[in-house]
């Protein structure tokens, strides 16, 4: 039976709890584990978020092809200037997706949440709570396991995979599950958390997968600070009672309708939109081809 958000909800109201819960009956259902053995992968899985989301931040991490790196650690001297438009909240949100995405290009240990190429999200939205706010462990592997039931209602009914919807499919199903996670943490219920993983959606519906070479890096970072962004502008946009006209299940049908019809070049082969601008086929050349 495929996951759907109503029927997540309706089993939320049955059973009066809340979407954590849920999501940690169904992991213990089917993986076969115990309780005691799903926290612990929940902590091991949170631990992973933390050390990449901080590793680039202070040294410059240059990729396995040596096109991209770097980023984290200007991003994060930007913020520590103070001199951000935006403010310091996003400034060090960007900075840690850009040190997961750069961690991810070196072959480092990320936690693919979704996905490696949109692994930079929710490590940054987590760290970025525990800062401002300063949730626990354990607050965050219950967010964790809100994640994991938004996730699963786009794994069912579309797809991860940039390869099959395009970046929307990668980075936007990271800032849905993200923007949750942040309206769960804030003590919103499931309904404002649906809201903000509707509106992640929305926001990024139709976004190309356009990687230089077919890499990981670049413009896949960017895209990552900018999820972060998206998670964050998502949950406030849920939590100040902002209107959903859609409900969570149909803007993930439609992620999946729009993804059926993108162009294969442009669903992570590296044979359109950015990947094949003059200046980065001089890069894919220089750092990829060895010529």
């Not at 819960?21 to 089917?30: C, F, Q, T, V």
């Not at 797809?159 to 993200?178: N, P």
């Not at 669903?267 to 086929?281: D, N, Q, Y």
Request: hydrophobic share 45%; glycine share 8%.
């Amino acid at each position: 039976m495929l996951t759907k958000m109503k029927n997540l909800k309706e089993r939320c109201e049955e059973k009066n709890c809340e979407l954590w819960e849920i999501a940690l009956e169904d992991e213990i259902k089917i993986t076969g584990k115990s309780e005691e053995e799903i926290w612990d992968r929940l902590q091991r899985t949170l631990d992973v978020m933390k050390k990449s989301a901080q590793a680039a931040l202070e040294t410059e991490i240059v990729s396995v092809t040596g096109m991209t790196g770097g980023n984290a650690k200007s991003m994060h001297d930007y913020f520590l200037k103070g001199e951000s438009v935006l403010g310091d909240t996003p400034a060090l949100a960007m900075a840690m997706a850009l040190s997961t995405s750069e961690i991810n290009a070196a072959m480092g240990i990320i936690a693919a949440a979704p996905t490696a190429g949109s692994s930079g999200i929710l490590p940054a939205t987590l760290m970025t709570m525990y800062k401002k706010y300063g949730y626990s462990d354990d607050e965050l592997k219950k967010a964790l396991l809100v994640t994991s039931a938004i996730g699963q209602v786009i794994f069912d009914n579309a797809t991860f995979a940039g390869a099959e919807g395009g970046c929307q499919a990668e980075t936007g199903s990271a800032a849905a599950m993200a923007a949750a996670a942040v309206c769960f943490l804030r003590g919103y219920d499931i309904q404002t958390q649906e809201n903000a993983a509707t509106a992640a959606i929305l926001n990024i519906l139709g976004l190309v997968c356009d990687p230089i070479g077919g890499m990981v890096e670049f413009p896949c970072n960017l895209r990552n600070a900018n999820g972060v962004m998206n998670a964050l502008a998502s949950a406030d946009m849920a939590m100040a009672n902002v209107k959903m006209i859609v409900t969570f299940d149909e803007a993930v049908d439609a992620l999946k309708r729009v993804g059926d019809v993108l162009p294969a070049r442009l669903r992570e082969t590296g044979e359109g939109g950015i990947a094949v601008c003059p200046s980065a086929l001089k890069l894919k050349a220089k750092y990829i081809d060895g010529e």
